[in-house]
């Protein structure tokens, strides 16, 4: 695997149901970082972790719980979602997120659908 | 804050042709980085091209190349030669300073470019 991935790429759940997205990146970067990507709106930046460890929470609702267990992994577990969370997930990883040329690359993407 | 704006909410072009996506951005930090993205139907954020705000010459990479005018407080994007495979979304993206530290991305709301036969 090259690059970054993410798992699922499509996620059906109902609003009482507990999941997990996942990803991985394989470039030896520092960084990750989850976005959300409704209809009609720009990306919006949810979490940042450098080093394993959180520096940005974007006032996500608690609903969504992330997870850092090294810096090639990064989770995002929900629960009790809302049918406005239905959007694009993506996840992306740079080397280090304090470079003044840092650059953020994309997985592809869960999209996930809230019923 | 810092903001992105991309006026073009649709564009199309003829194969072959080229096509220049059009990017402002306003910030007052004098150090920034500018990165154009492709989002093809699937999904996926593709990294294109990077130009940073002290960079003296205009950022190329293969058939895109950014038309950066500081004053003007512009990052055009221009793709040369376009292809079918070309059709998608593009994102044009501001890195933000966050207030604990590190980087983040703002995007612009996107131009979807059709190429056409």
């Known amino acids: 695997e090259t690059g970054v991935t993410q798992t699922p790429r499509h996620l059906v759940m109902g609003m009482t149901n507990k999941k997990s997205l996942k990803c991985e990146q394989h470039?030896?970067?520092?960084?990750m970082y989850w976005y959300k990507q409704s209809a009609k709106k720009p990306l919006e930046l949810m979490f940042v972790?450098?080093?394993?460890?959180?520096?940005e929470n974007n006032s996500v609702p608690s609903r969504f719980s992330p997870e850092c267990p090294n810096s090639s992994h990064l989770f995002l577990h929900l629960h009790t979602l809302q049918p406005e969370d239905s959007a694009l997930y993506l996840c992306?990883?740079?080397?280090?997120?304090?470079?003044?040329?840092?650059?953020?690359?994309f997985g592809p993407g869960t999209r996930l659908t809230v019923l | 804050a810092q903001k992105i704006t991309q006026t073009q909410p649709g564009m199309f072009v003829q194969e072959k042709e080229a096509v220049t996506l059009d990017c402002t951005y306003d910030?007052?930090?004098?150090?920034?980085?500018l990165f154009w993205y492709k989002q093809p139907s699937s999904g996926e954020m593709i990294f294109l091209i990077y130009?940073?705000?002290?960079?003296?010459q205009n950022a190329t990479e293969g058939r895109y190349s950014l038309n950066f005018q500081k004053a003007r407080k512009s990052a055009n994007l221009v793709i040369s030669a376009s292809q079918l495979g070309d059709s998608a979304m593009y994102f044009c993206?501001?890195?933000?300073?966050?207030?604990?530290?590190?980087?983040?991305?703002?995007f612009g709301t996107g131009t979807q470019l059709k190429v056409e036969l």
């Open positions: 910030t007052s930090d004098p150090s920034y980085g």
């Open positions: 992306a990883s740079s080397q280090d997120s304090y470079s003044p040329t840092d650059t953020q690359y």
């Open positions: 470039l030896g970067h520092n960084a």
């Open positions: 993206a501001m890195r933000d300073r966050l207030t604990g530290g590190g980087n983040k991305l703002t």
């Open positions: 972790y450098n080093f394993k460890e959180q520096t």
């Open positions: 130009q940073g705000s002290y960079d003296q």
